[in-house]
């Protein structure tokens, strides 16, 4: 039975737990057309009430790619010429945690953070290549 796309996945990294999702979202232009593209990965510490969501957001840009299906996977960021990852895959999801919590986001804190994703990605796509996550080769 296929896992449910809306449904909180868990994620176990250095000991701390987290649930998170992934979500694509765009508002619509005048004439009622999708523009502003946007995924959001957000990742909640438990157990709930132990500190505020990291929200990592990838909004569409010049260089930059977020498809939102065929030929590509429903959950790619990518730069143009340059670095990718799928935030469906949980190394991938992994991957930009261990950045953001080595550039100082601190879990145990309330307020909810939302970070440009695009400032992780090259650095979240370099660990992923070598191997770093749990998913690496």
Request: one cysteine or more; glycine letters at 14%; hydrophobic letters at 35%.
């Amino acid at each position: 039975m296929p896992r449910h796309a809306k449904k909180p996945r868990r994620l176990v990294a250095d000991g701390r737990v987290y649930m998170w999702t992934m979500r694509h979202s765009h508002r619509r232009d005048d004439d009622g057309r999708p523009v502003d593209c946007r995924h959001v990965l957000t990742l909640s510490p438990q157990p709930a009430g132990s500190g505020g969501p990291l929200r990592i957001a990838f909004a569409d840009g010049p260089g930059r790619y977020i498809p939102g299906g065929a030929p590509f996977g429903s959950g790619d960021v990518g730069f143009t010429r340059g670095s990718d990852l799928n935030l469906h895959e949980p190394g991938a999801v992994r991957a930009l945690l261990d950045v953001a919590l080595a550039r100082g986001w601190q879990p145990e804190e309330r307020p909810v953070v939302e970070v440009d994703g695009w400032s992780l990605l090259e650095a979240a796509a370099t660990a992923r290549a070598r191997g770093a996550g749990p998913e690496g080769p």
